[in-house]
Nanobody, 115 residues
Framework: QVQLVESGGGSVQAGGSLRLSCAAS????????MGWYRQAPGKQREWVAI???????NYADSVKGRFTISEDNAKNMVYLQMNSLKPEDTGVYYC?????????WGQGTQVTVSS
């Protein structure tokens, strides 16, 4: 089992930046992949970005070139650097982890982008 706790959300104007952090309760080295999802009001949760334990990354088309996912295995942390934010990036952002046995979710952190 692993607990995930997100932080770093907030309110920014369009064009601004935020850096989300996800703290894991144990080593993430054995977790196959860590990712970020988001859920806008009235919409389904959608995948945003992923990083594998080999360091490979991938992004949803809507954030490609603006968001960067990274991890620090020594600190058991995963980050999402979000630049050039748009109002449509507004939502609750969730950290996600998948290993051989389970899928883990954090409680989410709110991101609000105003125009």
């Amino acid at each position: 089992q692993v607990q995930l706790v997100e932080s770093g959300g907030g309110s920014v104007q369009a064009g601004g930046s935020l850096r989300l952090s996800c703290a894991a309760s144990r080593s993430i080295f054995s977790i196959n992949a860590m990712g970020w999802y988001r859920q806008a009001p009235g919409k389904q949760r959608e995948w945003v970005a992923i990083i594998t334990n080999y360091g490979s990354t991938n992004y949803a088309d809507s954030v490609k070139g603006r968001f960067t996912i990274s991890e620090d295995n020594a600190k058991n942390m995963v980050y999402l650097q979000m630049n050039s934010l748009k109002p449509e990036d507004t939502g609750v952002y969730y950290c996600n982890g998948v290993d051989m046995y389970n899928e883990y979710w954090g409680q989410g952190t709110q991101v609000t982008v105003s125009s």
